[in-house]
């Protein structure tokens, strides 16, 4: 038996104990385990990475959950008591997709998967670099189209999402058939973040998703005529926190270049934080909260144990509502962010408070 012979039987085998074990359902109440077929106006898009913080989502918005932690029925059981639907991640090398048998036997696994767990659809991942006019350019391609005719075949209802940069110009070599990718799909959740992967000009900290940047890349996502209610705003709810090679008198912090898919510079010079982890550091920070009036986002310096200055970009309600109010003008489908489970969920009144803000503003100013 060939090694792909070997492979494709081994793959079966799963998923014939995956199939087996989907009449059990982990509810207390056993239509908790149907599929949400409700499609809502405004997608407020979930990213989930585990834990239970869950359990305080703001559920009056959500109506999408993907699950990129550990497989939680709970988590499926509560979503789908509030009409939320429960999606899979959905990654792989994309060299092996080429293969029509490999591409085919991936769905088919995925398919089975959210059956067993009685997921409502799949959140595809991929954010590898891509040479256009490739066999990977066509296979992702294909990939898309034929996830979606499957799970829309085999759980009626169900939502396909496709991830993809904040902007479609080829982004960290990202070069993908977003047309074709958009058409098929359910909707595309833009990844309006790590706009500081690629640094070309000064190798200096820098906002994470600064305002105009990021609706430019809206708008040349709507100049390729794909639909706006297939376009999802993502959001991040966490900053990076910058040691500072050089810091200037005029408070520019200078960064250790670190290149990133043929740039000089990027983002990885710093360390991703959360928004809980951050509005804890800048009570104790050197500047307090400052403003960047030209990226229109909010920074704050600070002294390690070391005496080395760090400089901390993030996003807060006043740098997410103008996104939140484009969402609107621009006729988006809808909005989300990366992730829901790093605001600080304590009974602690001003984190309460902090968490209420952040929430809210999804909706609007």
Not at 78 to 87: D, L, P
Not at 160 to 172: E, G, M
Not at 309 to 337: F, N, T
């Amino acid at each position: 038996m060939s090694i792909k012979s070997c492979f494709l039987l081994c793959l079966w085998s799963v998923i014939l104990v995956l199939v087996c074990r989907a009449a059990v359902c982990p509810c207390e109440r056993p239509e908790l385990c149907q599929q949400i077929w409700e499609e809502r106006d405004f997608e407020v898009f979930v990213f989930d990475v585990g834990g239970k913080t869950w359990k305080s989502y703001n559920w009056s918005m959500v109506t999408t959950v993907a699950t990129f932690g550990k497989y939680d029925a709970d988590l499926m059981c509560y979503a789908h008591s509030k009409g939320a639907r429960v999606v899979l991640k959905g990654d792989v090398h994309l060299p092996y997709i080429v293969d029509q048998d490999n591409r085919t036997a991936w769905i088919t696994e995925k398919v089975n998967l959210a059956k067993s767990q009685f997921m409502d659809g799949i959140n595809i991942d991929i954010e590898q670099a891509v040479n256009k006019s490739s066999p990977v350019y066509y296979a992702l391609t294909d990939l898309v189209k034929e996830t979606t005719e499957a799970f829309h075949r085999e759980i009626p209802g169900s939502q396909v999402s496709f991830d993809v940069a904040w902007s479609p110009n080829d982004i960290d070599h990202r070069c993908y058939d977003y047309v074709a990718i958009a058409e098929s799909c359910d909707l595309l959740f833009v990844m309006s973040y790590d706009e500081q992967s690629q640094i070309m000009g000064d190798c200096i900290a820098m906002a994470n998703a600064p305002l105009s940047q990021t609706l430019e890349g809206y708008d040349q996502f709507l100049s390729l005529k794909i639909d706006p209610k297939k376009l999802v705003m993502g959001v991040p709810w966490y900053g990076y926190d910058y040691q500072c090679l050089n810091f200037t008198q005029e408070g520019v912090c200078f960064l250790t270049k670190v290149p990133f898919r043929g740039a000089p510079c990027s983002d990885a010079a710093g360390k991703q934080k959360t928004y809980k982890w951050m509005m804890k550091q800048i009570n104790s920070s050197m500047s307090g909260r400052l403003w960047d009036d030209k990226q229109k986002a909010p920074y704050f310096n600070y002294k390690d144990q070391t005496g080395q200055i760090h400089q901390v970009w993030y996003d807060d309600p006043q740098s997410i509502c103008p996104k939140a109010e484009a969402v609107k003008s621009k006729g988006l489908r809808g909005i989300g962010m990366w992730n829901g489970n790093i605001l600080d969920y304590s009974d602690e009144p001003v984190a309460k408070q902090q968490t209420a803000m952040m929430w809210n503003v999804l909706l609007g100013c």
